[in-house]
């Protein structure tokens, strides 16, 4: 067989279901415990109508950023349903493409089918795929969350994300926090983590049991999926190449990259055709990348090439809609994650628009987190976090004098 290529829409939308990508040991049964027991325990938090929260109003550049204290506070409203104080968040490129619309016909229909073709019925939206915070509130039927767990979580791209006070789950897509990561870490790793897996897993075919002697191109490896990458293949006996700045290059080093390439230092293609074929070729960054990446596979040997940058959603908001339906997760255990999270840049929760303008200038290393709630003894916070030590009611009222007027 051939070499193959697959296009992993992974990044943008469709990521496997937390039970199919779940790294998880089966919790004890202690774990079992009924939380509509405990719901008592926060009926203040189930009686809010609003929070504070950044939304858009409208698809377009940073300037449709809005901060408002009268967003709809989300609660618990079904059986499986997970409420969530946020503590962290950490923006992804998905959501500047979220912002200007990317994959909006597709996203307004999975939110609510009934709004077909009604303009502007899927806002005001908030945005954040990546939450890591403590459990509010939990459903009659939720059995692995009680009040007062430290959680995490990848929020899917149809619901109401986590730059908010409060962010409303099933307990199918939550998990619990490695308590061996402070919020601000654990909110850094959700979304890539199943973006990584499923590229790597679903459409590569590497897996912990396949890796060793494979030889792994990772393109744009400084980032926060390149980053996991890097780490998740050594840990699986891979042999890794990445191409990076030459800024970047200490970075994915000390993570473990075997070679280094600088796609900034000349000919890219020629360079990496020096060090042999490739198994699978991660690609992060897209455009003529793909012209020369497939000539750097492996003949005749089943090798993949797989990219997460894909026009797929871009067809779909300019050519119509398709049917079908998507699910998408993450279930990490804390016994399970022994990669580093790489935090390039925190932000207070005032300085959202800070966050979306760096996230945008690309050249990330590693992923940009926004502390929203501060952190409780015993979590893991580390000194250089004391910039997000305020109480709830000191940021919000940073976030009442910085954040633009409505």
């Known amino acids: 067989m051939g070499s193959v290529k697959v296009t992993a829409c992974c990044r943008q939308l469709f990521l496997p279901h937390a ?9 004890a049964s202690s774990g079992n415990i009924i939380c509509s027991l405990r719901r008592n325990l926060s009926s203040s938090s189930r009686l809010r109508s609003s929070m504070p929260a950044w939304v858009i109003d409208e698809y377009g550049n940073n300037g449709v950023l809005r901060f408002t204290e009268d967003a709809t506070a989300p609660s618990v409203n079904s059986a499986s349903e997970v409420l969530i104080q946020v503590h962290a968040a950490s923006l992804n490129p998905l959501d500047i493409s979220m912002r200007r619309g990317y994959g909006s016909n597709l996203l307004k229909l999975r939110r609510d089918p009934v709004s077909l073709g009604q303009n502007g019925a899927e806002f005001p939206i908030i945005l954040g795929r990546d939450v890591s915070g403590v459990v509010l509130d939990c459903g009659s039927g939720v059995t692995h969350f009680k009040p007062g767990d430290e959680v995490w979580a990848a929020i899917p791209p149809w619901k109401q994300g986590s730059l908010a006070e409060m962010v409303n789950l099933t307990e199918y897509e939550v998990s619990h926090k490695p308590r061996s990561l402070s919020h601000r870490e654990a909110a850094s790793i959700p979304y890539v983590a199943a973006t990584a897996l499923s590229a790597l897993v679903n459409a590569g075919g590497l897996c912990r049991n396949n890796c060793t ?19 998740l293949l ?21 993570l473990g990259a075997d070679e280094v390439v600088d796609y900034t230092a000349g000919d890219v293609a020629t360079e990496l055709g020096l060090l042999g074929k490739f198994d699978v070729i991660l690609d992060n960054v897209g455009g003529d990348s793909e012209q020369w990446a497939l000539g750097l596979l492996k003949s005749w040997s089943g090798a993949k090439y797989v990219t997460l940058v894909t026009p797929f959603l871009l067809n779909m908001d300019s050519m119509g809609l398709l049917e079908g339906a998507v ?9 399970a994650i022994t990669i580093l999270p790489v935090v390039e840049d925190t932000f207070l929760f005032s300085q959202v628009p800070l966050a979306f303008q760096k996230v945008e200038r690309g050249h990330a290393r590693g992923k940009t987190v926004v502390t929203v709630a501060q952190e409780e003894e015993g979590t893991g916070v580390t000194e250089e976090e004391g910039e997000a030590s305020d109480t709830p009611e000191q940021v919000r009222e940073e976030v009442r004098q910085a954040a633009p007027k409505s």
């Open 327 to 335: 699910h998408s997760g993450l279930n990490l255990h804390q016994k």
């Open 234 to 254: 050594k840990a699986w006996g891979a042999h890794v190449t990445v191409t990076c700045s030459h800024n970047a290059e200490g970075l994915v080093r000390g």
């Open 19 to 27: 039970r199919a990508l779940a790294l998880t040991t089966k919790m």
């Open 213 to 231: 002697n494979k030889r792994v191109l990772i393109t744009g490896a400084s980032g926060g999926v390149g980053t996991f990458s890097i780490q």
